[in-house]
């Protein structure tokens, strides 16, 4: 079927109005569709950029806080990935952690189907747990999977420490405590001349169980942690509720706060050429 020359539809997309003729507008399937308002027209589910992400599959908090963080136009789509929650020690948490590489590429492969313009992989720990560059190598493998750029939160925190340029830094997470020096360790091993001057880790063994920690919880601990000698705090952990606290706390320790969900947003933005300016910390003004 195609619009002939005696009759124009008029298309209103949000408060964009478009008159379609017979030269402009026909339908063939969605392949129609999008000749007639193009990818990027107003109103079409995420015009300015469409993010493919990828959570654990006990993950609460990336969904509610990428909600209320990206800005209109930006749509995100979540494929989940799975992960046992029934270890009892540290060492079988770190091996679960470990394991997971495959259902990540998995969930990138379903995410794909969305057709975003970026994938993310939307875990901290589990992009840092291997050599210094495993963040780079998980991002290659999903793209390699799926022939569309990734990230992981991993990348997006070095780059935010970087793009600040903080040598010295607290860091806090909800992790055991032998998950918190491996991310340590791998935080200093990946930036030379990076130190991390004070840390805490919470023990949480559980997953889920992460998800269920108020946003007191860290703006708490990162009282506590934070020394004179940092020049900057990273919370870490995507389950980990943290934007609430973001401002407040750059406001009373007059350092930085880099979280890893607004790590993740503010670096899949920006490879996807929006820079606004938010507010959820000075990350966003860079």
Known sequence: MTATSDIDLEVTLGREKKQIGDSSFSFNGSTGIMN??????F??????????????STNLTVEDEFRRMVPEGVSYHVARCLIPDSAGS????????????QNALVAATQVAMAQ???????CTIGSMLGAAGHDVAISERITQATSIPAITTGTAVLEALRRLGLHRITLISPYPESMGVREKDYLEASIPGLSVVSMKNLGVISSYEKNLLPPSSSYRTAKEAVTPDAEGLFISCTAWRTIEVIEPLERELAIPVITSTQASLWACLRRCGIREVFPFGRLFDT
């Open 36 to 41: 007639a308002i193009g990818p990027r027209d």
């Open 43 to 56: 109103g079409v589910v995420g015009w300015r950029a469409k993010l493919g992400v990828i959570v654990l």
């Open 90 to 101: 540290e060492r079988e948490k770190e091996d679960q952690f470990l394991s997971i590489e």
């Open 116 to 122: 975003p313009d970026l994938i993310l992989f939307a």
